[in-house]
């Protein structure tokens, strides 16, 4: 199994930016699908981007040409990039991997995200 860790959350001004980084260990990373979720406070838990270990990517329509996937399998990590920030952005940020052939999902303990002026 894999175990994941996230960093890079904090407090930031609208049309600011952040980085996200998730730090994957325990297991063979280029085996598993990354996912960035988000979950504001209250509501459901939703998809932000998703990237392949080939490096294929999505995102959902209210991140798209603003945030963006990436991963390093040589270092373990994923990351998120996330410019152009909104208020409505504001939420805890979890990190998700699915091995390819299981499909068993792995969650890292989130970082939180705050938008405001």
């Known amino acids: 199994q894999v175990q994941l860790v996230e960093s890079g959350g904090g407090l930031v001004q609208p049309g600011g930016s952040l980085r996200l980084s998730c730090a994957a260990s325990g297991s063979v990373f280029s085996l598993y699908t990354m996912y960035w979720y988000r979950q504001p406070p209250g509501k459901q838990r939703d998809l932000v981007a998703s990237i392949s270990s080939g490096g294929s990517t999505n995102y959902a329509d209210s991140v798209k040409g603003r945030f963006t996937i990436s991963r390093d399998n040589a270092k373990n990590m994923v990351y998120l990039q996330m410019n152009s920030l909104k208020p409505e952005d504001t939420a805890v940020y979890l990190c998700?991997?699915?091995?390819?052939?299981?499909?068993?999902?792995?969650w890292g303990q989130g970082t939180q995200v705050t938008v405001s002026p």
């Open positions: 998700n991997g699915r091995h390819v052939i299981t499909k068993r999902d792995y």
